[in-house]
């Protein structure tokens, strides 16, 4: 899905009934639709590492996401301290 993450509900990738943490490497943004597909069993989702989320679909079909890294401060902004 294309939808930005600043448009869309975060979810644990591990539900926290079944002893998933509230954590970055458990949580992903998922879109409403994509989120209720999740909830009700359709598609299904794995992190395997944190900001790496693979979407299996109902025909086994798999697809691979990747966070963007942040961005880099100017060079010219001072440190915070």
Same mark, same amino acid.
């Given at each position: 899905?294309?939808?930005?993450?600043v448009f869309?509900?975060l979810?644990? %990738?591990t539900p926290?009934?079944?002893?998933?943490?509230?954590?970055?490497?458990?949580? +992903? +943004?998922?879109?409403?639709?994509?989120?209720m597909?999740? %909830?009700?069993?359709?598609?299904?989702y794995?992190?395997p590492?944190?900001?790496? $989320?693979?979407? $299996?679909?109902?025909?086994?079909? %798999?697809y691979l %996401?990747? +966070?963007?890294?942040?961005?880099?401060?100017?060079?010219?902004?001072p440190?915070?301290?």
């Amino acid at each position: 899905c294309n939808r930005l993450a600043v448009f869309c509900e975060l979810d644990h %990738t591990t539900p926290w009934s079944q002893g998933g943490k509230t954590s970055y490497g458990n949580l +992903a +943004a998922l879109c409403k639709r994509h989120h209720m597909f999740k %909830t009700e069993g359709y598609w299904h989702y794995q992190q395997p590492e944190p900001g790496t $989320i693979i979407a $299996i679909s109902p025909a086994g079909e %798999t697809y691979l %996401t990747t +966070a963007d890294p942040p961005p880099a401060p100017p060079a010219d902004m001072p440190p915070p301290f």
